[in-house]
């Protein structure tokens, strides 16, 4: 029962979050219909503790992400390579 109280005020975070988004991202597009401006930056104003703590959480989340990511592509290219060794050559060698 605690969770789907907690629950339902994520999902309301959630909703409000996405709804300013769409309307900061509708007015970078009028302004590039009627200006030809293409805005650089998007901005949201009024945001409350739990929209900036909820972008907060996704930008650190995709961060590490990218970093463990980069890390591990690392990690394949320092690794040591498997030596192959083909039947046919085998077989002929022998």
């Known amino acids: 029962m605690a969770e789907l109280q907690r629950s339902a005020p ?11 988004l769409n309307v900061a991202l509708d007015s970078a597009n009028t302004a590039v219909q009627l200006r030809d401006e293409r805005p650089v930056e998007l901005e949201l104003r009024g945001l409350s503790r739990a929209e900036l703590e909820l972008i ?10 990218a ?19 083909w039947l046919k050559d085998r077989v002929q060698g022998a």
């Open 10 to 20: 994520t999902s309301q975070v959630y909703e409000r979050l996405i709804d300013r």
């Open 56 to 65: 907060n959480l996704y930008l650190n989340r995709t961060g590490r992400e």
């Open 67 to 85: 970093i463990e990511r980069s890390q591990g592509s690392r990690n394949m290219q320092d690794a040591p390579k498997a030596k192959v060794i």
